[in-house]
């Protein structure tokens, strides 16, 4: 496949190459704008110089058993796990993921649009957004499997056709996180660099990957290099806690060994300036559950009463 004269982070490739610094702002509001929010200035500098911020306590415990509840009856909902949004753990018929979270229910819904998010999302992306990705990783005791490093944009630029890095996670604890159960680690600092990973992408790629991602994935050199510079840390809280992450943060999670699951919701807002082509390894798109195309409007925010902040 001849390269695209308009792939700015070339990846997926035939041999390794050097990493690079990243092409695009980290922040994308400009003057005024940039402080036209609810994040302070020291914040923002924390989240352009670490890629991530944390805000423990961000929903208060009534709520987040509320959202707890729905996920209990989705785990017990026989169309839920058999649909191709569900991924199992592998050999297994433990949920590890559920995406497409958001068109489950009005309540995941509403907290998508909920304006305290989107005020951080519309300061960050400097421009309106749309859900690109919804989910959620399920952790159970004992026996959930862990996620390998990574940069989610890698996989969605190269998989989804996203052009520019100009996407934020928002992934809230509906579990308490701890040392012991698996929490999110990321790398800080490790946005500022794209790094290319090595291999073609087969068709159809994220059926296998979802399970167990081995394309897509820096090598151990380059992850070596990041950790020794700028270090690891696993932010842990309790469930409520949210964790706002860049697109290109180098990130994982260790198996859960502890007898406690770990159920962490992601929410994914990508600028409506920044829509989806056609995918950058060559392949077809991937479904809209993992990257949308059909509903890419931008969205309005609402306040919810059920959803309130606590401390």
Known sequence: MDNRTDDFYPTRLERPAESFERKDPVIHSQGTDRHNGPLSETELARY????????????????????????????????????????????????????????????????????????????????DAYIHQSRINFKPGFHGKGFDWHSDFETWHA?????????????????????????????PGSHKTFVPCVGRTPED????????????????????????????????????????????????????MSPWPRSNLFFVYNSVENRLEQPFCGNKPRPDFLGNRSHTEALRPVRSPDLRRTG
């Open 48 to 127: 352009e110089r670490d890629g991530f911020l944390v805000f423990n306590n961000f929903l208060d415990q009534e709520t987040v058993k509320r959202f707890r509840d729905d996920l209990r009856a989705y785990e017990n909902d026989d169309s839920i796990l058999r649909s191709e949004g569900t991924i199992t753990e592998p050999g297994k018929q433990e949920i590890r993921s559920i995406f497409g979270i958001h068109e489950l229910s009005d309540r995941f819904d509403r907290l998508t649009r909920e304006s305290r998010l989107l005020d951080m999302v519309h300061q960050l992306l400097g421009s």
């Open 159 to 187: 998989e989804d056709g996203m052009p520019r890095m100009r996407a934020v996670s928002f992934s809230i604890a509906l579990t308490d996180n701890t040392p012991f159960n698996g929490p999110l680690m990321l790398i």
């Open 205 to 256: 790629n994220y059926q296998s990957s979802l399970k167990k991602q081995e394309l897509g994935v820096p090598n151990e050199q380059d992850l070596q290099k990041m950790a020794d510079q700028y270090g690891i840390q696993a932010p842990t809280g309790p469930a409520g806690s949210l964790i706002i992450f860049e697109c290109n943060t180098l990130h994982a999670s260790n198996a859960n």
